[in-house]
């Protein structure tokens, strides 16, 4: 690349490529003073500037206040260039060095944080529909390079994005693909000036070791090293944006809301793919309104061999920062750990049938209605309908009937067993998950026999038969 000319038709043609702007847009362009932001303003106010163009830019600015003089320096000059080409500037002065004292950030982390509050800002200020930032190809390489070195997986050897949205506004980055010394050939044959960032020349900061050290290292064995990485954030990117795509749509036929958490089937799960299933649990990690959890390998892959695991069937896991992982047989819950409920106890007496009971504490209801039975009834009139109703001979009830939350030690005569069986192990034989079990009310007769564990079993008191003339219906909504 030689001059503005071929810059402008290069950054024209990403624009259109990746749909970085509209008409009548405003795009607030980052500009440190450097080859590459200066290659950028120009060629944007080139376009900008077409008879045809209605697009609008604002030029800012960040002093970090690192390098005194030197700073002030810059931030002149940059307002001078946005002042010759009339682009409204901006000016963000910061204390970074006493932000990080505040923070403890490390330097380049607070710089970057300061520098991004200001830009969107001034994009809210002017109503912007993005920043323009001058990343190009070689800090692309540094990116990924870095990620590597500290370890990253697919969405990290994605590297920077050409366009991604934050806060409401698009972060595009026209000169992605675009080399250091194209940019600086491009100021140099049009006689643009820029300044050097001295602090770039200093290897202690990891950006610039990587820079200085570690990729003219590597480019001994590979002299297209900046290309290389460059290529394979690409390609990285692009599936990267393939396995998030599948990873919705597995969310979308897998996954539920569930008591404030997330909920899926571990055998469903562990039909996915192993990347499919990886990628779905940092995906319900992330929807999670409290997520502050560290997502790494390590801690995704635990979790994934954890639901993999079909002994024990129930567990529970501490992902830290709030959540946790429960499995209930075949049931996954992610979820707050103040997402569980109250589990309230209760106890409430009937006098009397026909009679309809609210339990609030579990936000269930009880009907009771009573039914003669004539000669005709045969045995289909003795038979319950479902789970979620039972039949009872009204003659033998002993009233009043007593509703109640689960004891300790509560045992129940099953209908078809001899002799009892305690409501805990009727639980896991009916596989109720645990976190439900309090839910489900015990009904008992005066003398403390159980009659039903609504929805899951009723005992063998007061069965109906021939010689039954009036039925107790009870049923619970």
Partial sequence: MEDMNQLVTYVRSIARKYDLWSAHDCIVVAVSGGPDSVALLHALHHIA??????????????????????????????????????????????????????????????????????????????????????????????????RLLRGTGMTGLAGMRIKRREKNVELIRPLLRIYKTDLIRVCHNCGLAYVTDSSNLSNKYARNAVRLDV???????????????????????????????????????????????????????????????????????????????????LKVEVIRERVLQDIPSNWSLDLGGGLQCIREYDEVTILPENADKVKLEYTYRLEKVP??????????????????????????????????????????????????????GDVMKVMGLNGSKKVKDIFIDQKIPPSIRWAIPVITDATGRILWLPGVRRSSHAAVGSHTSSILRVQIT
């Fill in 215 to 297: 990729l003219p290292f590597l480019g001994q064995y590979n002299g297209q090293l900046a290309e290389s990485l460059s290529r394979l954030a690409e390609v990285a990117g692009e599936e990267d944006d393939y396995m998030h795509q599948a990873a919705e749509e597995a969310y979308a036929r897998l996954a539920r809301s569930s008591g404030g958490g997330i909920a899926f089937s571990a055998r469903d799960f562990g039909r996915l793919h192993v990347a499919l299933q990886r990628r779905l649990i940092k995906l319900i990690l992330n929807y999670l309104p409290l997520n502050a959890v560290d997502l790494d390998f």
């Fill in 355 to 408: 009679a309809r009971l609210p339990i609030p504490e579990t936000g269930r209801e009880l009907r009771f209605t009573l039914r003669p039975l004539g000669a005709q009834s045969g045995e289909s009139d003795w038979k319950a309908s479902g789970n979620d109703e039972a039949l009872f001979d009204a003659d033998k009830i002993n009233y009043p009937l007593i509703i109640r939350s689960r004891q300790p």
């Fill in 49 to 146: 500037s077409e008879p045809d163009s209605s697009l609008r830019l604002v030029c800012a600015h960040v002093n970090h206040g690192f390098r005194g003089a030197e700073s002030d320096a810059e931030a002149e000059f940059v307002r001078e260039t946005a002042g010759r080409l009339g682009i409204p500037f901006e000016l963000g002065n910061y204390d970074v060095p006493a932000f990080i004292d505040e923070t403890g950030m490390s330097l380049q982390t607070a710089a970057r944080e300061k520098r991004y509050e200001f830009l969107h800002s001034v994009a809210d200020q002017y109503r912007a529909s993005a920043i323009a930032l001058a990343h190009h190809g070689d800090d692309q390489a540094e990116t990924v390079m870095l």
